[in-house]
């Protein structure tokens, strides 16, 4: 059937583009309006980004370069978050005297401003490689770790004792029962761990480095360049949208297929938690 004009007016990809529409008329009218000549159009800001990805830059290395260099610390430093998240959640989960010891670090962790571990980091480790990737760790792991944490408690009970009674075998628990009931708290630890990450590499690569795309962000500033920063800026906000639809959508859809298909966009809407405590305040 023939979708009419207002079916596709009414569709969430037009709201998309309506908001990105918005967005971009009222960035233009507010530049004449607002008391500064630092805040660059989005025709200069457009102009810089095609610029750079045609690496034509006068920054010390292309934007290629620098975005790979930022994604080979995230990457390292997210794989160490949840080595170290994933088990102490599942041991602040199954187990009372864990959660009574471990809760206040927890809770702690995430409140401690991406700022201070980078400041820290850099402090601790000098200007490279390691300083970015602490900082990754550091700032992702709190919610590795609540996440987990309120996913193994919220394994039902009741099927549990059920596998019991029946004597199910434990991989077949752990396959059915346990890993279900998991992965919307994993994805919520993903997806939270990442965005809290991803932001603690640019004050890592601002503070505490001299290459990464953090840092041009801070070349740009040096130079007196608004339009390489909101650029960069922009770039940074690209990229996480292209995570979040290309890479998390299309494995949300995949791992939560048995769910009916409305709740397929938000595979952890239901319980996982951002910011807060976990299970007792």
Not at 14 to 41: E, I
Not at 188 to 194: D, E, K, N, Q, T
Request: charged share 15%.
């Amino acid at each position: 059937m023939t979708r009419t004009p207002m079916a596709w007016v009414r569709s969430p990809r037009a709201a998309r583009l309506l908001s990105w529409g918005c967005f971009l008329a009222a960035w233009q009218v507010a530049v004449p309006l607002l008391p500064t000549d630092l805040l660059p159009t989005p025709s200069a800001v457009a102009a810089f980004m095609v610029a750079e990805l045609r690496r034509d830059t006068l920054a010390p290395h292309t934007v290629y370069a620098s975005f790979g260099l930022s994604f080979q610390r995230l990457g390292v430093g997210l794989f160490l978050a949840f080595a170290a998240g994933v088990p102490l959640g599942l041991l602040m989960g199954l187990r009372r005297w864990a959660e009574d010891f471990l809760h206040d670090f927890a809770v702690a962790g995430l409140a401690m401003p991406s700022l201070a571990w980078a400041l820290v980091a850099g402090m601790w480790f000098g200007f490279g490689d390691l300083a970015p990737v602490v900082t990754v760790t550091l700032a992702a792991v709190p919610f590795v770790v609540i996440n987990v944490a309120e996913g193994a408690r919220n394994v039902p009970a009741d099927l549990l004792q059920m596998s019991t009674a029946y004597r199910v075998g434990r991989t077949a628990v752990i396959r059915h029962v346990i890993l279900p009931a998991l992965m919307p708290f994993f994805f919520a630890a993903l997806r939270y761990g990442l965005a809290n990450a991803w932001k603690g590499l640019v004050l890592a690569e601002v503070w505490a480095s001299t290459e990464g795309a953090g840092w041009v962000i801070k070349f740009w500033y040096d130079a007196h360049r608004s339009q390489g920063i909101v650029g960069y800026a922009l770039f940074f906000v690209l990229v996480a949208l292209l995570i979040e639809r290309v890479v998390f959508g299309r494995l949300s859809r995949w791992v939560f297929r048995w769910r009916p298909a409305r709740q397929h966009d938000s595979p952890d809407g239901a319980g996982p938690v951002t910011a807060g405590a976990s299970g007792r305040a």
